[in-house]
């Protein structure tokens, strides 16, 4: 079935990295997210990659995608207070254009 | 600027009421999706619909009723049926999964409540 999983909380001091990991089920996802909600707000899309790629960079984001693992990651480099939020892996199933979300991760960035 | 409108932003519901969540998209997209948010659980499809007069019933349909008579407009009712609706509502809109990717973007929501 599909699935997609992340840890729930990550706590990193301003100016580390953060990486926030998450595993998928469906092998026959095209696409897979990346996307940032803030308090009281939609989802705003961060980055995606297409399933045959491995890497995909975006000035401080970087995204390493295990297709053999089905193990996706999202890496903020510098990490600022204003990353703090909470952070959604989705993948899209081969079929339709629906969207499997995780649980969220969310990111506390200490001063 | 293009986006997704949706209201109100917050909304309280009566027992036995049936309420109406708006929402609107100017990005000539084809493809629409109504999402339920709780906490800790990410989220869920209620109804999505990739053409107009056209819509699926997604993961946790039940309680809900959609409509989609317009290309711009897909409309979500949260009916006396739902026994717990309390919960972040939003809505996004994509082009249909036969035209070149492009990504859901998203509303700022709506948050239900019950009086």
């Known amino acids: 079935g599909e699935d997609v999983e992340q840890s729930l909380f990550l706590s990193v001091r301003e100016g580390d990295s953060s990486v926030i990991n998450c595993t998928y089920t469906?092998?026959?996802?095209?696409?897979l997210y990346w996307y940032k909600q803030e308090p009281g707000a939609g989802l705003q899309l961060l980055t995606y990659?297409?399933?045959?790629?491995d890497m995909k960079q975006d000035q401080r984001l970087t995204v390493l995608l295990n297709k053999k693992d089905k193990h996706l990651s999202l890496r903020i480099a510098d990490t600022q207070t204003g990353d703090s939020a909470i952070y959604f892996c989705?993948?899209?199933?081969?079929?339709?254009?629906?969207?499997?979300f995780g649980q969220g991760t969310e990111l506390s960035v200490k001063p | 600027d293009g986006g997704i409108t949706q209201s109100p932003k917050y909304l309280f519901r009566k027992e036995g009421q049936n309420v109406t969540l708006s929402c609107e998209q100017n990005?000539?997209?084809?493809?629409m999706y109504w999402y339920r948010q709780d906490p800790g659980q990410g989220l869920r499809l209620i109804y999505y619909?990739?053409?107009?007069?056209?819509?699926q019933k997604g993961d946790i349909a039940e309680g809900y009723s959609v409509s989609r008579e317009k290309k711009e407009s897909f409309p979500l009712t949260v009916t006396s049926a739902q026994k717990n609706p309390t919960a972040f509502y939003l809505c996004?809109?994509?082009?249909?999964?036969?035209?070149?990717?492009?990504?859901?973007?998203f509303g700022d929501g709506t948050r239900l409540s019950i009086l």
């Open positions: 989705a993948e899209r199933p081969n079929q339709g254009g629906k969207l499997i």
């Open positions: 990659i297409f399933s045959n790629m």
């Open positions: 619909s990739q053409i107009v007069n056209d819509f």
């Open positions: 996004a809109s994509s082009t249909p999964p036969t035209e070149p990717h492009q990504p859901q973007h």
């Open positions: 990005l000539n997209h084809d493809a």
């Open positions: 469906d092998s026959s996802s095209t696409y």
